[in-house]
Nanobody, 113 residues
Framework: QVQLVESGGGLVQAGGSLRLSCTAS????????MAWYRQAPGKQRELVAD???????HIAGSLKGRFTISRDNAKNTVYLQMNSLKPEDTAVYYC???????WGQGTQVTVSS
């Protein structure tokens, strides 16, 4: 079982930016597919973005142009850059190791209007 530790959440005004980080334990991180999900109050958890070990990243349709996912394999870390944040982006953001089906503990992002 791998461990995932997220950081970077917080309170930001609408229009602002945040960068979330997720550092993973375990070996062969570069070969593992990773993803970010989010869950707003009263809503189901939804995919935000995913990044395979190689190849193209994927951003959920409504978030394209504002969110970017990237990874630094030397640091065992995946990032979610969030720009032009909106109040509707308020949620708990979770990192997921898609290869090992493991979840992080989540980090709260709150966007004020």
């Amino acid at each position: 079982q791998v461990q995932l530790v997220e950081s970077g959440g917080g309170l930001v005004q609408a229009g602002g930016s945040l960068r979330l980080s997720c550092t993973a334990s375990g070996r062969f991180f570069s070969a593992r597919a990773m993803a970010w999900y989010r869950q707003a109050p009263g809503k189901q958890r939804e995919l935000v973005a995913d990044i395979p070990s190689a190849g193209n990243t994927h951003i959920a349709g409504s978030l394209k142009g504002r969110f970017t996912i990237s990874r630094d394999n030397a640091k065992n870390t995946v990032y979610l850059q969030m720009n032009s944040l909106k109040p509707e982006d308020t949620a708990v953001y979770y990192c997921r190791d898609e290869t090992y089906n493991s979840w992080g503990q989540g980090t709260q992002v709150t966007v004020s209007s």
